[in-house]
């Protein structure tokens, strides 16, 4: 036994050795290829979300021009100020401020430098004030896309003329009103202030905002208590057999069904059947709810599965009702949960698009809902409208909706993790 | 009159617990041995007050407009809608509305008017006649419960039988979702069918479903045939899968054989933040940064690219998918037995080869479950392939060609005027079918793969 080394393995040998080698180098290939799987999906969150900063900051200023504005009375009739020719003063306003512009052949190359809307916000002023007639007041009015994106350095100077989008004289006169210090650029609240619009310069998300929170509205008074509802009824009460199975199998694939399908059956049945409005963010709620509500009953059923039976049993020793042990003890324990999957379910149903779309809640809307049946947008529905929309200054407000709306989001999951975090129980 | 009726359910609610309440309360100070709490003597005739209430109001909302409609068109004198399409009714009907909405534009036929003030009355009517029906459903339903508070009335009983009942409806609202979503898309899909042949739809080969809408509109005469469509939807899934599935499969073995809980704190939220942004954010991200970025390199190789390729909208469409396959794998592998990774170690073999060889063989049919999930995604996956993939269906299943999808087609066709009446708008529901029936099938293969799997290790 003792002599047979002839027979011993020799552990150093160069094969072996070779043969180690070749088994560590595999591990390290499959470590790097891990790594980089995991760094190629790092650089492209970070490239998302570096693009849309770096294309959605500008959006959150807004090129103005301020001045004192003297309110001509010759413009208007002080009984009647809503007629007056706001569209002149507008222009004086320009036309004041530039000292060599008065030789322009085309007067309207001047008017053009603010935005289109300026001069109904200063109909609205003086309407709202007509003292103000005669008055000499500092005003701040919104310029056109094409100068605001002068302003914020996004015009190449060097491109031929012809294909800029501004011409050297328009340059020129506009660099005039940067020399006598009457353009600022402010933070943009009109970028929530305001609803769509077709200029760029003056389109403000507060109709999609508004729409969005009515729609999720809606669609947390519908899931809520059905999806606990039915979650407590399939985790608690209901027989183990074939029926409670098929509810079972139902709702894990309802979880399942892309999301198109449900703007489908909206636009079908509350549309089509029921006659209910388009665009509305009612609709677009009870739409969204039915997405939502099988997200909440498996967050709720994983919930009240959580809460020992220990709990339950106590409670029906002492002679509490089946109802009172649910309604007492398990679903005040079982809480936390089932407002972490909640908010985690309604995050979702914030950011999802195509249902709200089939129902028509891409409209063009220039002014915000007042009540859930005004025609509104949503945010997501929003975004879509501005990234379909041809002007450049779009972009970077398409960028801007979508770092909002990234906001909202990040928000509510903070809250729900920080609601798990702070009352979750662990048995 | 809608916010009346449900305030008049409100209250009638809190005047039913209180009045319960104080009924029982008075005859348990009279010296009764009373069988339930006076509380449930409230709750069961809040109950039975709330729950017929609330459903007449919310059958009335919903039935409301359809009937008032109807009754506005009764009125209409026929020889008006003769011979008119369904599209036409529904443009006479809205003008109808905005009249009676106060919004008159131009100068309306006198029988428009007419309709209008008819449906403005009938507006007004059904307000009243719902504040009405409810004050009076909810003080019968109060006379009711009040009357059966009794010592020995079963409150608790009463009380606990209604909620199981609205326990069990809000199961079934589950159901109905299904349901719903079988009987609007085989509706539609069957009036489809009406129109356009079964076998052209499933087997044709071209795909232009610009049919003219007008009669005066010079346009083909559409063409239904969904094989394109499907292609391309596969090409583009197939983009997706392949950069999602080997990305996803490598992080996950990643973190779950080599990385340190520091590491996996890390990795872990950062893949979430990637699967919870919304996919309209992926589209823009898609026409805005990659469809670009592949058209210069395109051009750097001397091929032109079109803006809206399959490359572009399947590879967004692929980082979306990499959490969701990552993390699938990493429960994959999690729920294979410590046991035979501790065997394997013990045996000597190195961490990779245990991941390679023991560990990951016994994941598979988590993983394919999870992959089929993806799959499933990537085909019912909308916003993405709206905002960056093509319009025009084509045969081809050259990833650098511009492709349509199922998804994109139910949009495109949906969007804006909407009768149902026409094969155009009718076969967004025929492929909205087809996607519910390909995903069902998939989804259920996945989940079935996914639980017997589980069990042999339970």
């Known amino acids: 036994m003792t002599d047979s080394t002839a027979e011993r393995f020799d552990w150093a040998s160069p094969e072996i050795n070779a043969h180690l080698r070749k088994r560590k180098r595999s591990q390290f290939y499959l470590k790097s290829l891990g790594l980089g799987a995991i760094a190629i999906a790092f650089s ?29 009375p010759d413009l208007m009739d002080p009984d009647n100020p809503r007629d007056g020719d706001f569209r002149q003063l507008a222009r004086d306003i320009v036309t004041n401020r530039v000292i060599d512009g008065a030789d322009t052949d085309n007067t309207d190359r001047l008017t ?51 294909i800029r989008r501004l011409s050297d004289r328009e340059i020129e006169i506009f660099d005039q009103l940067v020399d006598g210090g009457y353009v600022a650029k402010p933070f943009n609240w009109d970028l929530f202030k305001n609803a769509d619009s077709r200029f760029p310069e003056v389109a403000g998300l507060k109709g999609a905002i508004i729409g969005s929170a009515y729609a999720l509205l809606v669609c947390f008074v519908l899931s809520f208590p059905v999806g606990i509802g039915a979650a407590i009824y399939l985790e608690e009460f209901a027989p183990k057999n074939r029926i409670s ?45 039915l997405m939502t509500l099988p997200t909440i009953i498996i967050a709720t059923r994983a919930a009240i599965k959580s809460v020992p039976p220990s709990i339950r ?16 003890h398990v679903l005040p324990l079982a809480m936390p949960g089932i407002l972490t999957g909640t908010i985690i379910g309604l995050a979702q149903a914030l950011g999802e698009t195509a249902p709200l779309l089939l129902i028509g809640m891409n409209a063009f809307i220039t002014s915000a809902p007042s009540t859930p049946f005004d025609s509104a ?10 990234a379909d929309s041809p002007e450049r200054g779009f972009v970077s407000r398409t960028s801007a909706a979508i770092l909002v709306l990234l906001t909202f989001l990040i928000t509510m999951n903070a809250i729900a993790i920080f609601l798990r975090q702070k009352f979750e129980r662990k048995w | 009159m809608t916010l009346v009726a449900f305030l008049i359910l409100f209250s009638a609610v809190i005047i039913g617990y209180v009045l319960n309440l104080r009924a029982a309360r008075a005859l348990r100070d009279g010296g009764a041995r009373m069988h339930s709490l006076d509380g449930f003597h409230g709750g069961y005739a809040a109950l039975m007050v709330l729950v017929p209430t609330f459903f007449l109001i919310i059958f009335w909302l919903l039935f409301e407009s359809y ?25 006479i009907m809205s003008e109808i509305r905005s009249i009676a909405g106060g919004r008159v534009f131009g100068e309306p036929a006198e029988w428009k008017m007419n309709a209008g003030e008819w449906l403005e009355t009938l507006n007004d009517l059904s307000g009243l006649f719902l504040a009405a029906l409810t004050a009076a459903l909810a003080a019968l339903m109060l006379y009711i419960a009040r009357r059966r508070v009794a010592a020995d009335f079963r409150a608790r009983q009463g009380l606990e039988r209604i909620v199981h009942r609205i326990m069990v409806g809000c199961a079934i609202v589950a159901i109905f979702v299904t349901v719903g979503i079988v009987a609007s898309l085989s509706f539609e899909t069957f009036r489809f069918f009406q129109m356009v042949p079964f076998w052209d739809f499933i087997l044709g080969t071209s795909w232009e479903p610009q049919i003219p809408i007008r009669e005066e509109q010079i346009a083909a005469e559409g063409a239904f045939g969904m094989v394109p469509v499907f292609l391309g939807t596969i090409v583009i899934a197939t983009v997706a899968m392949v950069i999602a599935t080997p990305i996803g499969l490598l992080s996950a073995i990643y973190l779950h054989e080599f990385a340190n809980a520091r590491v996996r704190a890390v990795v872990k939220p950062v893949l979430e933040i990637l699967a919870g942004v919304p996919t309209v954010v992926y589209g823009f991200f898609a026409i805005l940064v990659i469809a670009p970025a592949l058209r210069n390199f395109g051009a750097g190789f001397g091929i032109p690219l079109e803006s809206n390729t399959a490359l572009a909208a399947g590879g967004v469409m692929g980082i979306m998918l990499i959490p969701f396959i990552s993390s699938f794998a990493d429960d994959a592998l999690g729920a294979v037995p410590r046991s035979l990774r501790d065997g394997s170690l013990a045996v000597g073999a190195t961490s990779a080869e245990t991941v390679a060889k023991v560990l990951f063989p016994a994941a598979i049919p988590g993983i394919v479950g999870g992959i089929l999930l993806a799959v499933s995604r990537a085909i019912g996956e909308t916003m993405i392939v709206v905002m960056a993939a093509g319009l025009i269906a084509r045969m081809t299943i ?56 589980r069990e042999i290790y339970d």
């Open chain 1, 44 to 72: 492209a969150l970070a490239l998302l979300v570096g693009s849309l900063i770096s294309t959605g900051y500008p959006a959150f200023t807004q090129t103005h021009l301020v001045v004192e504005a003297e309110i001509d």
């Open chain 1, 112 to 162: 053009d430098i603010l935005s289109n809307r300026a001069q109904f916000t200063l109909r609205d002023m003086v309407v709202a004030n007509p003292d103000l007639i005669g008055e000499t007041v500092d005003v701040e009015l919104p310029v056109a896309d094409r100068y605001d994106q002068l302003y914020k350095g996004f015009v190449n100077q060097n491109t031929p003329e012809d």
């Open chain 1, 245 to 289: 199975d098929l509810i079972e199998i139902n709702i894990n694939n309802l979880a399942a069904v892309p999301s198109v399908v449900f703007g489908l059956l909206g636009l079908a049945v509350f549309i089509g059947w029921f006659g209910l409005p388009r665009s509305v963010p009612f609709v677009g709620g009870m739409t969204l709810a």
């Open chain 1, 313 to 328: 049993e106590a409670a029906l020793g002492v002679g509490a009702s089946k109802q009172q042990v649910v309604f007492g």
């Open chain 1, 377 to 386: 947008t949503a945010l997501p529905t929003q975004i879509f409208i501005w």
């Open chain 2, 67 to 91: 009937i008032i409609e109807l009754l506005v068109m009764a009125a209409i004198p026929p020889e008006e809608l003769l011979e008119k399409g369904v599209g036409e009714i529904q443009l």
């Open chain 2, 398 to 453: 050259n990833p650098l060609d511009s492709v349509t999808t199922v998804t994109v087609q139910i949009v495109t066709l949906l969007i804006g005027d909407t009768a149902f009446d026409n094969p155009k708008t009718l076969s967004a529901f025929a492929l909205g079918m087809v996607l519910f029936l390909m995903t069902l099938m998939i989804n259920i293969a996945a989940l079935r793969i996914v639980r017997k799997y």
